[in-house]
């Protein structure tokens, strides 16, 4: 019997499938599947539902369009019939992450259909080059970047908070008074992703591992102290990351830039990045 066309939230018995199709573009899907490798398909796991687009048998045939719906909601592949879907199924769920991020063709389509209900946005990115790197890289890797203890979070925080401000544009400590920024960072430090030149105690560069799947790991969060900033720092940093990654675990680097910032586009070139594909960020 066929059921018919829409959205439907998919569990364990789609893993298989879901794997797969990850698996066809690793970098793009990084974000989802570094949740998914992990927690599978649960959402209370996953911190999450994940989506496909389908008109066919309950179960069995081939899944074609994805999409997440956690913190960040992030379309994966699919049509724009796919996209429409997905709108649809976000609008009865409710606005519940913080933006949409992922493939530019895919959140810009689906942005357009949740435009009516969900905007303005605060921000619309359209163009942010994904760009990424599997052998060595190009540029000397910062001896002095390093992880980050997690006796070093009170140290660390300030970048941190610093490079959040200057990115997204909010700040993180606004709502909680910090808590829920401090206990991701804090997070991100226990599990060695948190990296950082010390100078006189205080951070120079930093850098994370945001997510990190099987095959890729997709850097965030690069920062300079300002007046640090145009001595290669963040070129010889980012390059430190990069080889920690590709050498260390064996993954794929990546990271996603903003079109406009030739300064990082210009030094990730540098360090051998090249782009594999466009993202875009839809912010609220």
């Known amino acids: 019997m066929l059921r018919l066309a829409g959205a439907r939230m998919l569990d364990e018995r789609d893993l298989p499938e879901v794997l797969a199709v990850l698996a066809a573009d690793p970098v793009a899907s990084c974000m989802v599947a570094a949740r998914v490798e992990v927690a599978g398909l649960d959402p209370w796991r996953l911190g999450g539902e994940l989506w496909a687009y389908d008109q066919r048998s309950l179960r069995g045939g081939r899944i074609d369009a994805l999409c997440f719906a956690g913190p960040n909601l992030i379309p994966l592949c699919g049509s724009p019939a796919a996209l429409r879907s997905f709108a649809d199924r976000a609008r009865r769920r409710g606005r519940m992450c913080s933006s949409l991020v992922g493939p530019a063709e895919q959140v810009l389509g689906l942005w357009e259909e949740l435009t009516p209900d969900w905007g303005p946005a605060r921000e619309v990115r359209p163009e942010q080059p994904l760009m990424a790197l599997g052998g060595s ?4 890797a910062d001896p002095l970047v390093r992880p980050v203890r997690p006796d070093e979070l ?31 960072v804090a997070e991100l430090i226990a599990g060695g992703r948190a990296f950082a030149r010390f100078e006189g105690g205080e951070v120079v560069f930093k850098a994370e591992i945001g997510a990190m799947s099987s095959k890729v790991g997709q850097i965030q969060g690069v920062w300079v102290r300002p007046d640090r900033r145009g001595h290669g720092l963040g070129a010889t940093g980012t390059a430190a990351v990069s080889e920690r990654l590709v050498r260390g675990l064996g993954r794929t680097a990546s990271l996603y830039v903003n079109s406009y910032n030739d300064v ?21």
Do not use: H, N, W
């Open 154 to 184: 009170d140290r660390y925080l300030p970048a941190a908070i610093a490079m959040f401000v200057e990115e997204v544009g909010v700040d993180p400590c606004a709502d909680d008074g910090g808590a829920s920024y401090r206990a991701r």
């Open 264 to 284: 990082a586009r210009s030094a990730y070139r540098k360090i051998g990045f090249t782009q594999v594909g466009q993202y875009a960020t839809v912010l609220f």
């Open 137 to 140: 890289p190009e540029v000397r």
